[in-house]
T-cell receptor
């Protein structure tokens, strides 16, 4: 079966750095997304990785290793507004999106 | 405004009621989706429409009935639901494959079945 694993919940301190991991086992791979979802709101696109390596976008970076079936989202200079759920999703060989259950990130002052 | 609008935002219905959820997108996307989001579970794909044609139905109970009258509008008709159907129902749209497959989501309808 297809599976995506990410931690259920993480806590970090304002101003710090946090890394949210995602491991996947899917039938094929055509890219990986990270989405951010604030409580009661729509998931919004953060990043897309299809090649190995690090993609940086301001305070957020996303890393992919296809050989290891592994990705992480790195958030720097954490702000209170970064408190949200972070969803990892993989495009499989049929171009279907397989979703993780999401990681709830709690930022403390 | 995300580009995908869902109404209503909240809905409470009894098990014998009939209601409909509405989704509208003006992004020019050709694919629209219904997802169910339950607490601490992955998003569950329910239905997919490509160019108004239903291309996927993930073994969804018949008490959920989708309708796509045009490429901008999507409905989810609900009848005789069960309490376990209480969840956040998300509509999304997309265009193309690869990075273009990135979805634009609506804010969802929080459904409570009593």
């Amino acid at each position: 079966g297809q599976n995506i694993d990410q931690p259920t919940e993480m806590t970090a301190t304002e101003g710090a750095i946090v890394q949210i991991n995602c491991t996947y086992q899917t039938s094929g791979f055509n890219g990986l997304f990270w989405y951010q979802q604030h409580a009661g709101e729509a998931p919004t696109f953060l990043s897309y990785n299809v090649l190995d390596g690090l993609e940086e976008k301001g305070r957020f970076s996303s890393f992919l290793s296809r050989s290891k079936g592994y990705s992480y989202l790195l958030l720097k200079e954490l702000q209170m507004k970064d408190s949200a759920s972070y969803l990892c999703a993989v495009i499989d060989s049929n171009y279907q999106l397989i979703w993780g259950a999401g990681t709830k990130l709690i930022i403390k002052p | 405004e995300t580009g995908v609008t869902q109404t209503p935002r909240h809905l409470v219905m009894g098990m014998t009621n009939k209601k409909s959820l509405k989704c509208e997108q003006h992004l020019g996307h050709n694919a629209m989706y219904w997802y169910k989001q339950s607490a601490k579970k992955p998003l569950e794909l329910m239905f997919v429409y490509n160019f108004k044609e239903q291309t996927e139905n993930n073994s969804v109970p018949s008490r959920f009935s989708p309708e796509c009258p045009n490429s901008s509008h999507l409905f989810l008709h609900l009848h005789t639901l069960q309490p376990e159907d209480s969840a956040l129902y998300l509509c999304a749209s997309s265009q193309g494959q690869g990075e273009d497959l990135g979805y634009t989501f609506g804010s969802g309808t929080r459904l409570t079945v009593v």
